[in-house]
């Protein structure tokens, strides 16, 4: 009979299992994580179940430009070796087709300036003369800058040399709705802007008959 006092040998009559004991910080760590991932959950469904009544405004829509180059029109010769103003009368008095283009024999403008000279007055006048015997002809009146300056003070001032012209052939009797104005800027030169003769040569006026 076995001695039950004697432990030798036996099995223990209970086992101690010994905790694994965590470091404070790491326990907090956790405890701010589960409260951080809460706080996330509960803000993602508040913005889902928002209405946004935020307004959404269209981009405004660009302006054009009343000095935006565009002076060239399409199929009407090219400004090498145009056709003087003093062809004019017998082209409209012709069957070939519009568009057609034209240059000022005479017509000039000084530096930085749009108003017609007196001594260009003529050609102005020799113009309006032919413009009113053939009453449903109209013109693009395309005014140039030479390249000195910026391109957007160029893109003006061919407006507002084009302008001058359309005003002097108005005072001559040409009908306003017969006219349309253009700028062509310091584009499209007819001569050299690296020489005074060929700055302005392209400070130029161009006539294009767009109907006829």
Known sequence: MAD??????APPTHVHIEKNKQPGWLKALAWIALIAGILALLLGLSHCNRNDTTEVRPAATPIADSGTVVGNTPNANSATALAGTSALSGYLAGTEAAPR????????????????????????????????????????????????????????LGKARAEAV??????????ADRIETVSGGEADPVDSNATASGQAQNRRTELVVTSR
């Open 101 to 156: 283009r034209f240059e000022f024999e005479k017509l000039n403008f000084d530096t930085a300036k749009s108003e017609v000279r007196l001594a260009d007055a003529a050609e102005v006048i020799q113009i309006a003369t032919v413009l009113k015997q053939y009453g449903s002809a109209h013109i693009r009146i395309a005014g140039y800058a030479d390249a000195r300056g910026s391109s957007a003070a160029n893109n003006s």
């Open 4 to 9: 039950r006092h004697n432990t030798k040998g």
């Open 166 to 175: 359309k005003a002097a052939l108005v005072k001559q009797g040409v009908d």
